[in-house]
């Protein structure tokens, strides 16, 4: 069963591929994959007469597999719901899928297959923006913190995932937007140095949340920075991976289904679904009914 199982490790790894340019990309990122966390590895295949291209597929994946066992999933139907459904039935812990940078508005509005995917899988699902069949090296990672209770597993993932790649260090960042009520609660005769001075209370607050999540969570020894930014849920995290040119980006999965409404009114994950300022990995960890 997938509920209730830690996101990690990464026992199982699945990867959706197509016969398009970056296929043989992805299939060579998710056999180094496999290769760092000892994984299954499982090839998944959607579209008209799936099955019949499983004999071409295995003849392509075995020029990059070499020693790594894998299988290969071909099957008709919807391509989301088709490769939901297998990785549910797989028990997978980790999808990983090519995503484009920047979405077209056409994308944006009626949701490629790989934002979708992120909306609605329940595995973790690492999005790389830039496949390629030269070795990854993932040197920095970058923790989107927030006061949820699903961020202790996404820390210990991302932990996990850096012990991997030899990281030795472990950005984490707390996003604050200061709120429409918390502005009109304020005193109209606020001055300059005590609105500063509740901005740093709140601040200190907000940090001193993650140092207590920090101290219940295994973090393999690494070492760990807090930074703090200010600014539009999403777009503050956005703009400080790109800025510091992070190699991975780590969230929550989505707390909610998401609709047309919140693709049209950008929330957090939507804006970093639609701009992706790295290979992003989503943490999905099993633990709330969403």
Known sequence: MQKKRAPYPFETIATAISF??????????????????????????????????????????????????????CRNGEPVETILQICKENIVDLLVIGALEKETLIQYFFGSVARNICRKAKCSVLLLTQPSTSERKFNSIVINAKDNPKTPLTIE??????????????QIVVERQLSPALYSSLPVDINEEEAQKLKEDLQDRDILEVKNILQKVNTHGLKLKIDYVSGKPGFAIN???????????????PDEKLNILDRIFTNDIEYLFENLPSNMLIVHSRINKN
């Open 157 to 170: 993932t991302a932990a996990y995932f850096a012990k991997a790649y030899h990281i030795h260090q472990l």
């Open 20 to 73: 398009s340019p970056r296929m043989d990309a992805l299939i060579s990122e998710s056999v180094q994959l496999a290769k760092k966390f000892n994984s299954n590895l499982i090839f998944i295949h959607i579209g008209e007469k799936a099955e019949g291209k499983k004999e071409e597929l295995n003849k392509i994946i075995k020029t990059y597999a070499d020693e790594v066992p894998f299988t290969i999933a």
């Open 239 to 253: 703009k400080y991976t790109k800025e510091h040119n992070f190699d991975l980006l780590v969230i929550n999965s």
